[in-house]
């Protein structure tokens, strides 16, 4: 059973940082698309950043500065590097895979910044 489990999220200050982490399992995770996104209150599930097998990267065009995807082939796991974060990037993150034409989520993490 493919899993997809998130960690990392919490509560941060604004300006703070946050490495949000998806370790995948019975996944083929070196042909998979990997990618993140987030669902506020009230709002719709948006993405926030994804990254193919080969490396290459897509972001949100709003948060490609502060924000940064990875992956670790050798560990099934993708990583979400967020800088600066600001009171309008409190949500529930998602991680997301996608094998060829299947597509699978995890169960989120939320990611609170107040102060």
């Known amino acids: 059973q493919v899993q997809l489990v998130e960690s990392g999220g919490g509560l941060v200050q604004p300006g703070g940082s946050l490495r949000l982490s998806c370790a995948a399992s019975?996944?083929?995770?070196?042909?998979?698309?990997m990618g993140w996104y987030r669902q506020a209150p009230g709002k719709e599930r948006e993405l926030v950043a994804g990254i193919t097998s080969g490396g290459t990267t897509n972001y949100a065009d709003s948060l490609k500065d502060r924000f940064t995807i990875s992956r670790d082939n050798a560990r099934n796991t993708v990583y979400l590097q967020m800088n600066s974060l600001k009171p309008e990037d409190t949500a529930v993150y998602y991680c997301?895979?996608?094998?060829?034409?299947?597509?699978?989520w995890g169960q989120g993490t939320q990611v609170t910044v107040s102060s």
């Open positions: 997301h895979a996608r094998v060829i034409w299947t597509v699978y």
């Open positions: 019975s996944i083929n995770f070196g042909i998979s698309t």
